[in-house]
């Protein structure tokens, strides 16, 4: 079974500083995807980023990029130039690589909310 | 193009009933799965289905059950409600496809049990 751990339950950041948020995981598998979400006050969960375990290559996004360490099974989250608008509860998940006719299921860890100050 | 949508938003209903909550996913997605989420327990993985057959389930008791109909569309059950059942029900679809793998989702429905 797959596990994922989120170790800050809240973390703070003026506007316009970088954050960066912790997500460790534990795994037997070698193909898989990770994964960032977003969960803002109205409740609509949103991809952040997505990482496959295969590409040594971080994952960047705009403002977001990730620190993807596959031997140490650690994927952090750093968001640049934070907004008012990233306020919100963070979630990092796990899901096995997707292959013909396998399930699809995300573990989530426990989150960590994140407030944006002026 | 229309996002994952749920229904109802809301739900009150007590002890011992039983609710159905409605899923429609993105057009042209196949797979959909549902997740519990509370304050205690976190996001949690009930299940997930795919062309009409459900390929996966979560730790979840036999009172939780899905089913998906021929057009994508997705329902879950719930029977016997308890207190604890009280929570943010999200659905997601998803296109099945590897290489850009994501998994949308709708704004959920909040059940609460009395």
């Known amino acids: 079974a797959q596990t994922v751990t989120q170790s800050q339950p809240e973390m703070s950041v003026q506007e316009a500083e970088t954050v960066t948020l912790s997500c460790t995981y534990d795994?037997?598998?070698?193909?898989?995807?990770l994964f960032w979400y977003k969960q803002p006050p109205s409740r609509q969960m949103i991809l952040v980023i997505r990482q496959e375990a295969y590409k040594q290559q971080n994952a960047t996004e705009n403002r977001f990029s990730v620190n993807f360490q596959k031997a140490a099974k650690s994927f952090s989250l750093k968001i640049s130039d934070s907004q008012l608008g990233d306020t919100a509860m963070y979630f990092c998940?796990?899901?096995?690589?997707?292959?013909?006719?396998?399930?699809?299921?995300?573990?989530f860890g426990t989150g960590t909310r994140l407030q944006v100050t002026l | 193009k229309a996002g994952v949508t749920q229904t109802p938003r809301y739900l009150i209903k007590t002890r011992g009933q039983q609710v159905t909550l409605s899923c429609s996913p993105i057009s042209g997605h196949r797979s959909v799965s549902w997740y519990q989420q509370t304050p205690g327990q976190g996001l949690q993985f009930l299940f997930e289905y795919f062309s009409e057959t459900q390929r996966n389930k979560g730790n979840f008791p036999g009172r939780f059950s899905g089913r998906q109909f021929s057009n994508s569309r997705s329902e879950m059950n719930v029977s016997t409600l308890e207190l604890g059942d009280s929570a943010l029900y999200l659905c997601?679809?998803?296109?099945?496809?590897?290489?850009?793998?994501?998994?949308?989702f709708g704004p959920g429905t909040r059940l609460t049990v009395t």
């Open positions: 998940a796990f899901m096995k690589h997707l292959t013909v006719g396998t399930a699809s299921k995300l573990t």
């Open positions: 795994t037997s598998e070698n193909n898989y995807y």
């Open positions: 997601a679809s998803s296109r099945d496809r590897a290489e850009d793998y994501e998994q949308y």
